[in-house]
């Protein structure tokens, strides 16, 4: 038997209208329990790619598998289940809900997955802990800090325990000293098993938190490369697509 990966996409293309390809046939897979940063300029295709990937988004054509899933035949109800079981998003700018407290915040997912309430409440006082935000529970997003912010959205990204975490961005609205606990955040949860996909313009932080960087130029991947260590060493470069 092999170890299929958790993600893959073969052959994934997405245009917009007339202009050149978002993404342009882009193949590559990922294992469960990688850290893979995907680096880009602006308008490479990052955010398109992870869009896809949590099936927010179908491609024009080519596959993507996530799980065993073709998440690209998904429709609009199969998609927003998938996502509900196994996606924990979180953004540049938290996306977190003004009128909700912290608590309440964090709660939403397990409410649309239809989590009992008492498990529910348990489970997110536990991840506020483990962030070390629990003290903030009650208060409104407003009055917390950039950083706090952002542990409360990765919080609720992880409420419902996705098999993937995407990334989009997660420090760019950050001081550099709450990107660094974002960061270490990140390494943590990796290390403990999470999957993640951290998509970022910051190649110091691709290097110093995802052991596999994957380089987009006009929607194709330009490179795949595992990142051995912390030297500056020769990276051991891998074609495309050929599982770890
Ligand atoms: N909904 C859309 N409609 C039309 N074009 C789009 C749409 N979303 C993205 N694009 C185009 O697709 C290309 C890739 O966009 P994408 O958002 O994936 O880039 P990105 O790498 O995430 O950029 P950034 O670093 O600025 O966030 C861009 O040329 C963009 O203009
Ligand atoms: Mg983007």
């Not at 179908?58 to 429709?75: A, K, W």
């Not at 006082?125 to 409360?152: M, N």
């Not at 490369?225 to 912390?230: A, L, R």
Request: proline share 4%; hydrophobic share 40%; net charge neutral.
């Amino acid at each position: 038997m092999t170890n299929a990966p958790l993600i893959e996409l073969r052959d994934t293309t997405k245009k917009y209208d007339d202009g050149p390809p978002a993404l342009a046939g882009v193949t590559l897979s990922v294992a469960a329990g990688e850290c893979v940063a995907i680096l880009g300029h602006s308008g490479s295709g990052k955010s398109t790619l992870l869009n896809l990937i949590a099936g927010l988004d179908r491609p024009s054509s080519g596959t993507v598998t996530v799980g065993g899933t073709r998440v690209d035949r998904l429709g609009e109800a199969g998609s927003a289940k998938y996502r509900r079981a196994s996606i924990g998003m979180i953004f540049q700018f938290f996306n977190l809900l003004d009128d909700l407290t912290v608590l309440d915040n964090v709660l939403v997912p397990a409410q649309l997955a239809g989590m009992g309430k008492g498990e529910a409440k348990q489970r997110a006082v536990e991840l506020l802990g483990s962030l070390g935000i629990d003290r903030h529970a009650k208060a409104y997003p407003q009055r917390l800090s950039g950083g706090q912010r952002q542990r409360v959205a990765v919080a609720r990204a992880l409420m419902n325990k996705p098999a993937l975490l995407l990334a989009d961005e997660p420090t760019g609205a950050l001081d550099s000293s709450s990107a660094e606990d974002v960061r270490r955040l990140l390494l943590d949860l990796n290390s403990e098993g999470q999957t993640i996909l951290l998509v970022t313009h910051d190649v110091r932080l691709a290097a110093s938190t995802a052991r596999r960087t994957i380089e987009l130029v006009d929607g194709a991947v330009e490179r795949d490369v595992v990142n051995d260590g912390s030297s500056a060493g020769m990276p051991l470069t891998r074609p495309a697509g050929a599982a770890g």
